[in-house]
């Protein structure tokens, strides 16, 4: 099976700099994601990691250490539009993939 | 694009009752899935069709049936609706076993 772990919420000020850790165990991997949903609406895709390394994407950063079963979202200059839930996604060789059960973020004046 | 397009956006049922959640795609992608979401919780799968022509279950399929009808539509069918069967559900489609995926805007249900 698959399971993933992040944080239940996390807080910062506007303009700061915030990151999200998620770890997980599956058998086979075929990368990391992450997805942004708002409170009422849909998750929205962020960003994919297959390989170990940094992925830029505008203020949003994605990071994924395949030995260590862990990877990260970086916001940065946060803003108050980014107060929402974040999750991790993984998918094992099962092609199934699992989502973790969300970080709310918190973004303050 | 439309993207992904998912009906309806509310639904109330008494309990027993049956309904059919319907998604379609105009991305071309080969997999679909039907995830549920109740609060403070992730998405969990219910059933995912990898191409045309297939589907499976996924994490919390009981309750549940699906219908792969052409590349672009998958639905979600309810036979007889049970309280805990209240909650949001998302359609998505994808490429990439499901990492890179474009969610419907979600039904809510209520039994």
Redesign the interface.
């Known amino acids: 099976g698959q399971s993933l772990e992040q944080p239940s919420e996390v807080t910062a000020v506007e303009g700061a700099i915030v990151q999200i850790n998620c770890t997980y165990q599956t058998s086979g991997f075929?990368?990391?994601?992450w997805y942004q949903q708002h409170d009422g609406?849909?998750?929205?895709?962020l960003s994919?990691n297959a390989l170990d390394g940094l992925e830029e994407t505008g203020r949003f950063s994605s990071f994924l250490s395949r030995s260590d079963s862990y990877g990260y979202l970086l916001l940065q200059e946060l803003q108050m539009k980014d107060s929402a839930s974040y999750?991790c996604?993984?998918?094992g060789g099962s092609?199934?993939?699992?989502?973790?059960?969300?970080t709310s973020l918190i973004v303050h004046p | 694009n439309a993207g992904v397009t998912q009906t309806p956006k509310f639904q109330v049922l008494k309990t027993g009752q049956s309904m059919t959640l319907q998604c379609a795609q105009d991305m071309n992608h080969n997999s679909m899935y039907w995830y549920r979401q109740d609060p403070g919780m992730g998405l969990r799968l219910i059933y995912y069709s990898a191409s045309e022509g297939t589907t499976d279950k996924g994490e919390v399929p009981n309750g549940y049936n699906v219908s792969r009808l052409n590349k672009r539509e998958f639905s979600l069918r309810l036979e007889s609706a049970a309280p805990s069967q209240t909650s949001v559900y998302f359609c998505a489609s994808s490429e990439r076993q499901g990492l890179e995926a474009f969610f419907g805007q979600g039904t809510r249900l209520t039994v």
């Open positions: 075929y990368g990391l994601s609406g849909a998750p929205t895709f994919y999750f996604v993984t998918s092609y199934i993939p699992t989502f973790g059960r969300g």
